[in-house]
C-alpha cells in the first residue's frame, strides 16, 4: 500500500513539472510575441 501512495506522489511530482515547463514555456513565447514587439517598434 505504501508503495501506491509513493508511486502518486511520484507521479504528481512529474506532472507538476512537466506542467510548470509548459505553461513558462507558453507564457514566454506570448511575452516575447505580444509584450517585446511594441517596444522594438516604439524604439525603431
Given at each position: 500500500d505504501s508503495g501506491v501512495d509513493k508511486h502518486y506522489g511520484y507521479a504528481f511530482q512529474w506532472f507538476g513539472l512537466c506542467?510548470?515547463?509548459?505553461?513558462?514555456?507558453?507564457?514566454?513565447?506570448?511575452?516575447?510575441?505580444?509584450?517585446?514587439?511594441?517596444?522594438?517598434?516604439?524604439a525603431a
Open positions: 506542467g510548470l515547463v509548459a505553461i513558462l514555456y507558453v507564457w514566454f513565447q506570448i511575452v516575447r510575441r505580444f509584450l517585446l514587439r511594441p517596444r522594438r517598434n516604439a
